[in-house]
């Protein structure tokens, strides 16, 4: 495949995350995809998350992989080249940022719901994520223009009960400090039971707006990794919730991971029954676009300062006001010149796929 190199999106440690085009019609490929981008030296961790994703191309509520590839770039680095969905809508930590820092409960419950066939599926497969948090749950806007959830950024996810050599390209502790469960901290023990923890804190971050563990900038790491893995406590449950949802986090908040309730069980809980009775669409804006003037400008996002890995989801969707423009509209702006930033279609590269 022939395709065009957008503006970088995304950056972590060893990768970047691009905008990228078809350069004919392809077939198997969209109009518009995210490509996440390392050295082909350093893209071990790249090509694993490739092959996991491939595990999961059925699956709705995982973010769908389209392909990989190796490119010589003009300057000469060979890339490796992860072809993935574009997620429009951005990821839940900037949703919860732009809702005014909390989101409503009925909308919670649904994406809770979202996220946890997700994670059925993950942990039914024999795997286990690693890193659950906010900003590796996307918001993806589907053919009839609602918002689906979808989980990202499967580097650091492993095979469950097995210890393979491939894990060894992870030392250390694995996953983001304020989402690890007490006994992945206290015995570096990561299986399915860790992401239903992770997703006890998502939830509470959701309604409160703040981490579980009341953390922020200038609180000390290795004091909070203390608290998680070798004390009596447990995160506060937020009092802004039902009692349906208090209860559901306290299944999920159980030091004891044999006692941690199950994907499977928690889809059958009160919180999650009733979630299907919230109304679409979540979010505001309006169908995909349909040509070349319908999309708007976007942004590049900050990364999370609490990241402790690379994240191809640490990116914004910025929705300005040519979104409501329509084709003819969008035309004579451009011919005109009013609202016009060519320094962003100056810079598209072609990029070809080398074997």
Known sequence: MEWDRGEVIGKGSFSSVYLATPRKNYCDFPPLMAVKSSLASQSSLLQKEKEILTEFKDCPQILNCYGDGFTVENDGDRLYNLFLEFASGGNLAQLLKNSGGSISESHVRFYSKSILQGLLSIHQKGFVHCDMKLQNILLCCSANGFSELKIADFGLAKKSDTNSEKDEE?????????????E???RNEIESASDIWALGCIISEMITGKPAWGFNENSDISALLYRIGFKDELPEIPNG???????FLRRCFVRDPLKRWTAEMLLNHPFIAGADTVSLPIQTQKDSPTSAFGFPEWNCGNSSIFNSTESSSDYQFDHQSSWSLSPSERIAQIATGNGSNWSFSDSWINVRRRE
């Open 241 to 247: 919730i039902s009692e349906d949802g208090k209860d």
């Open 170 to 182: 992870v030392p250390g502790l694995r996953g983001t400090p304020l989402y690890m469960s007490p």
């Open 184 to 186: 992945s901290v206290s």
